[in-house]
């Protein structure tokens, strides 16, 4: 098991644009939707202009969880399961038809692009990584974060971001897709926040399918209130605790 306090949040999604619609919506949740895209004003607009929705909302999200006295040099996850996966679709379908591919997409499909992007953009000189894993994906990500954290780093942020599959993927799908995007400060429990822990161990089954993503469903638990979360996935059963 391990523990960590959240010092501060900050999230995306459509509808969902500032932190009182999302203590609200924490009470009482619902799928996000509609068309709508950050602004992403702390961007300068020739480098704004490259970035697809998915990315400018996760790119949002971690600036509005940026500290002015950080150096650019706090370590960030970013964590996705799916990535720009349309993107990526969309240059498979330029292989079918035996068409050329722009270096450019294929430079921002992959799983790091956003990281990339937000680095260059904010001038961040500091570690950062992007990471994949499942429906466990938050937890994956806080983990790394842990590791992070007891090698010395004052701070973490956890970047979470999704978006809806492509539709020849949609048989795939495991749980709903809307787009979102959150980040976590998490700190040592030391450190005046939320106070959260969390364990894992074996398990034979993996959870049904909830009304949200368990990364949206993630981000409710942290603003709700409730003492304790579960999720079963890929042979894990993992547990969040609040304490405090």
């Known amino acids: 098991m391990i523990e960590f306090s959240v ?3 900050a999230a995306w999604a459509p509808g969902l644009a500032t932190r009182q619609d999302w203590q609200a919506w924490a009470s009482a949740p619902w799928l996000p939707h509609g068309d709508d895209t950050p602004a992403l004003g702390e961007v300068p607009a020739m480098q704004r202009r490259r970035i697809e929705r998915l990315g400018r909302m996760a790119i949002q999200a971690a600036c509005w969880c940026e500290q002015p006295d950080d150096g650019g040099q706090v370590p960030l996850v970013f964590a996705s ?4 996966v349309a993107r990526s679709m969309e240059l498979l379908d330029s292989l079918g038809a035996d068409t050329g591919m722009s270096p450019t ?7 790091n692009a956003v990281a990339a992007l937000y680095s260059i953009a904010r001038g961040h000189r500091g570690n950062y990584l992007a990471l994949a894993a499942g429906r466990a994906t938050v937890e ?3 983990v790394e974060a842990y590791g ?4 010395g780093a004052p701070e973490v942020r956890v970047v979470v971001y999704e978006s809806p599959l492509p539709a020849v993927y949609a048989g795939f799908a495991d749980e709903p897709d809307p787009y979102y995007a959150w980040c976590w400060r998490l700190a040592r429990a030391d450190r005046p926040g939320t106070r959260l822990s969390l364990g894992w161990r074996a398990a034979s089954a993996d959870s049904p399918a909830a009304a949200l993503p368990h990364g949206l469903d993630a981000m409710r638990f942290l603003l709700a209130g409730e003492a304790a979360l579960d999720l079963a996935a890929d042979g894990q059963h ?4 609040r304490h405090g």
């Open 238 to 241: 993992w547990t969040w605790q």
């Open 105 to 111: 997409a294929f430079g921002l499909s992959v799983h």
């Open 148 to 151: 992070l954290l007891a090698d």
């Open 81 to 84: 399961r799916h990535g720009d």
């Open 140 to 142: 994956a990500a806080c």
């Open 7 to 9: 010092v501060d949040w």
